[in-house]
Nanobody
Framework: QVQLVESGGGLVQAGGSLRLSCAASGSISSSNTMGWYRQAPGKQRDFVAFITSGGTTNYADSVKGRFTISRDNAKNTVYLQMNSLKPEDTAVYYC?????????WGQGTQVTVSS
């Protein structure tokens, strides 16, 4: 089992920045992928970004150039630096841990961007 705890969400004005963190604990594999998804009210959960344990990253087109994902393998923690935030970035952000075909999700953290 893997437990994920997210933090760092909040309310910010458009153009502002937030940094999300997700700490993983439990049966952590040395080879895994961690990422972020988001879900706005009434919409499906969408991919935001992922990073492998080797440092390979991928981003949704909607956040490229504004968001940066990083990780600290020693702390089993993944970060999402969000800059130039827009009202359409408002959503609950979920952390995901993946190893082979097994996925774990965090409880989510709310990000609200006011215009």
């Amino acid at each position: 089992q893997v437990q994920l705890v997210e933090s760092g969400g909040g309310l910010v004005q458009a153009g502002g920045s937030l940094r999300l963190s997700c700490a993983a604990s439990g049966s952590i594999s040395s080879s895994n992928t961690m990422g972020w998804y988001r879900q706005a009210p009434g919409k499906q959960r969408d991919f935001v970004a992922f990073i492998t344990s080797g440092g390979t990253t991928n981003y949704a087109d909607s956040v490229k150039g504004r968001f940066t994902i990083s990780r600290d393998n020693a702390k089993n923690t993944v970060y999402l630096q969000m800059n130039s935030l827009k009202p359409e970035d408002t959503a609950v952000y979920y952390c995901k841990y993946s190893y082979t075909r097994v996925n774990y999700w965090g409880q989510g953290t709310q990000v609200t961007v006011s215009s």
